[in-house]
């Protein structure tokens, strides 16, 4: 299986819109139609599919500004609700930080989360994101040093 970021077109619009969460997720990321729209209104943010093979699994939105405690900032990650647990995610994140790495050389990467958010905080702490202690919109923020 191969894990690729592919960048969104009307010709996978749809499916990026059919993927969700699970339920016991929902309160911790947006749904894919509202980052879409989003986006739409922030030319600073980047949006990305990502793909096991030929089939969507899951949406990325990262963006970088004076808007952002921390630039660049990870807004969105999410893989879709069947296709949790197969290593996707990982792959992904790797492949993601490769990109902002090349695209943001020598800068931390933010993010924030729910503090509730518990498997997500696991999951980035995996990859070098530590708990800032500050908060932003009411989530932790998380940075990995450059």
Do not use: W
Not at 26 to 41: D, G, I, K, M, T
Not at 50 to 76: K, N, Q, T
């Amino acid at each position: 299986m191969t894990i690729t970021l592919r960048d969104l077109t009307a010709d996978n619009f749809d499916d990026c819109i059919d993927l969700e969460v699970r339920k016991d997720q929902q309160r911790f990321v947006a749904p894919n139609v509202y980052s879409l729209a989003e986006s739409r209104f922030r030319p600073e943010c980047v949006i990305k599919a990502i793909y096991a093979d030929e089939d969507m699994v899951g949406f990325i939105m990262y963006c970088h500004g004076d808007d952002y405690p921390g630039s660049p900032y990870l807004m969105r990650f999410m893989i879709g609700e069947k296709h949790q647990k197969k290593g996707y995610a990982k792959e992904a994140m790797s492949q993601l930080l490769k990109l902002m790495e090349k695209e943001f050389p020598h800068q931390p990467i933010y993010l924030s989360t729910d503090d509730d958010n518990h498997y997500a905080i696991g999951f980035y702490n995996q990859f070098g994101f530590e708990s800032t202690g500050e908060y932003a919109d009411d989530e932790l923020i998380f940075k990995r040093p450059a």
